[in-house]
């Protein structure tokens, strides 16, 4: 399993029968990405209540594809860190079995948010802070704009602790 990565089984056991449960940060507050822009803190909590009142919910996709949902977020909610995510891959989709066995063998772990932007700023640098989002989808992709966006990825601590494992390795490659 790739460091830092935690996918959970209903039932315990890995199987999807139950659904495959996922969980992380599918954004990360204050953090840019690669297309320069960053995510304050509340951005998306109107939204989520918007979403709410009406009795809807963020969709999960598969590669920002609005014709392949592959399960359900059960849990979308923002905390001091980012937008926090869990939810079930559905048994019944070939895609969602497909991808758990991608997340499972660590092929695949990066999350990414698909959204409409409602207001945004211009900091000193010229990159531009998100201050509020309606958020649609959260997907499970090869390669997230947020790279440090990821299933399982609890907190920023396990970034830094997985680069210093990959530097110890790198090092100890160098010696050899």
Request: aromatic share 6%.
């Given at each position: 399993?790739?460091?830092?990565?935690?996918?959970?089984?209903?039932?315990?056991?890995?199987?999807?029968?139950?659904?495959?449960?996922?969980?992380?940060y599918a954004?990360?507050?204050?953090?840019?990405?690669?297309?320069?822009?960053?995510v304050?803190?509340?951005?998306?909590?109107?939204?989520?209540?918007?979403?709410?009142?009406?009795?809807?919910?963020v969709?999960?996709l598969?590669?920002?594809?609005?014709?392949?949902?592959?399960?359900v977020?059960?849990?979308?909610?923002?905390?001091?860190k980012?937008?926090?995510?869990?939810?079930?891959?559905?048994?019944?989709?070939?895609?969602?079995?497909?991808?758990?066995?991608?997340?499972?063998?660590?092929a695949?772990?990066?999350?990414?948010?698909?959204?409409?932007?409602?207001?945004?700023?211009?900091?000193?640098?010229?990159?531009?802070?998100?201050?509020?989002?309606?958020?649609?989808?959260?997907?499970?992709?090869?390669?997230?704009m947020l790279?440090?966006?990821?299933?399982?990825?609890?907190?920023s601590?396990?970034?830094?602790?997985?680069?210093?494992?990959?530097?110890?390795?790198?090092?100890?490659?160098?010696?050899?």
């Amino acid at each position: 399993m790739t460091p830092g990565l935690e996918v959970k089984f209903a039932g315990g056991t890995p199987t999807l029968t139950d659904g495959h449960v996922i969980e992380g940060y599918a954004s990360l507050f204050g953090m840019t990405d690669q297309g320069g822009d960053a995510v304050r803190a509340g951005a998306f909590s109107a939204g989520l209540r918007r979403l709410a009142d009406k009795g809807d919910r963020v969709r999960m996709l598969w590669q920002h594809d609005p014709a392949r949902p592959i399960g359900v977020w059960d849990e979308v909610r923002e905390d001091e860190k980012g937008l926090w995510v869990k939810g079930r891959l559905l048994p019944d989709v070939a895609q969602a079995r497909e991808a758990a066995a991608l997340i499972q063998a660590g092929a695949i772990d990066g999350l990414s948010i698909g959204y409409r932007t409602i207001r945004a700023e211009r900091d000193q640098k010229g990159r531009r802070a998100l201050v509020e989002v309606e958020l649609w989808e959260v997907s499970l992709v090869t390669f997230p704009m947020l790279p440090e966006a990821k299933v399982g990825r609890k907190d920023s601590d396990d970034l830094r602790e997985v680069a210093m494992l990959f530097s110890a390795a790198a090092e100890a490659l160098r010696k050899e």
